[in-house]
């Protein structure tokens, strides 16, 4: 009888199973765990008679598997049992959080720097091509915001993309890399009747934007007047956005009642 369970979300894949004979009786239970693209890393522990206890370890690298069968008692004792169970999970969190992630992340690092070097000249062309672009719009751009100022609309006072890091243990506060460039003028240029809305798409392929930081995960951040009160939003490259948001209209009919 054996039982398996797979964690799609954590590449993880526990088992157990029951084995009875007319010599004995077998329980094993283990995991098994993506740890690279190419890589899976297994273990199990085997507790029965006349079996004893053994822990069984498993490299599987492509077409290459390592095993590493570790036979710890000859009986089936609680200690043994606890320390096949718990030494295997404390090793896989030290070896990961020492050596696999810290190498994972120098590799990314790496990668991203190869690619940036191997797309410097395109990303030039593409930031003059934006810039061109916005010089082009400066014209609309003023008379937008001149229109929205006038009637307390949908004033952009600041709008930047890129390479923006959200800092989740303090609400609202940002970490802004060089891999930025400044979008107010594209994104004021974009109300219409003092909203603002963008649909789901990577901001890249907007008129006056371009992607500053190739192979990395992108942000739109954008200060905002509505109604003279300020507004401050963040939102993911894909994420849409409606502005002014619906809080902001339901404050300001409140006023008004």
Do not use: W
């Not at 098994?32 to 297994?42: Q, R, V």
């Not at 404390?90 to 020492?98: E, F, P």
């Not at 061109?132 to 006038?150: G, P, V």
């Amino acid at each position: 009888m054996q039982y398996t369970r797979k964690l799609i979300s954590q590449e993880l894949k526990l088992r157990i199973a029951l084995k009875a004979g007319t010599f004995g009786g077998v329980i094993e239970y283990g995991a098994e765990k993506k740890i690279s693209k190419f890589s899976n890393l297994a273990f199990s522990v085997v507790c029965g008679v006349p079996a004893g206890v053994k822990l069984k370890i498993r490299l599987t690298r492509a077409s290459q598997t390592y095993s590493f069968p570790i036979h710890l008692c000859e009986e089936v004792m609680p200690a043994p049992v606890f320390y096949a169970t718990i030494v295997p999970l404390v090793l896989y969190i030290v070896v990961k959080k020492g050596f696999v992630e810290p190498f994972i992340k120098e590799e990314k690092s790496k990668k991203l720097e190869k690619q940036k070097q191997d797309n410097f000249n395109k990303l030039l062309e593409k930031r003059r091509e934006a810039m061109a672009a916005q010089e082009l719009m400066q014209a609309t751009y003023n008379r937008i915001r001149d229109e929205e100022s006038n009637k307390k609309g949908l004033v952009i006072i600041n709008a930047i993309y890129g390479k923006i890091i959200k800092d989740a243990s303090q609400q609202g506060d940002m970490e802004i890399s060089n891999d930025v460039v400044d979008v107010t003028i594209p994104v004021q240029c974009l109300v219409k009747d003092s909203k603002l809305v963008i649909h789901e798409r990577t901001k890249s392929e907007l008129p006056g934007f371009f992607d500053p930081a190739l192979g990395e995960e992108k942000m739109l951040h954008i200060i905002y007047t509505y109604h003279d009160e300020p507004h401050e939003v963040t939102v993911a490259d894909h994420e849409p956005v409606r502005l002014p948001k619906t809080c902001s209209l339901m404050a300001k009919k409140l006023q008004f009642t």
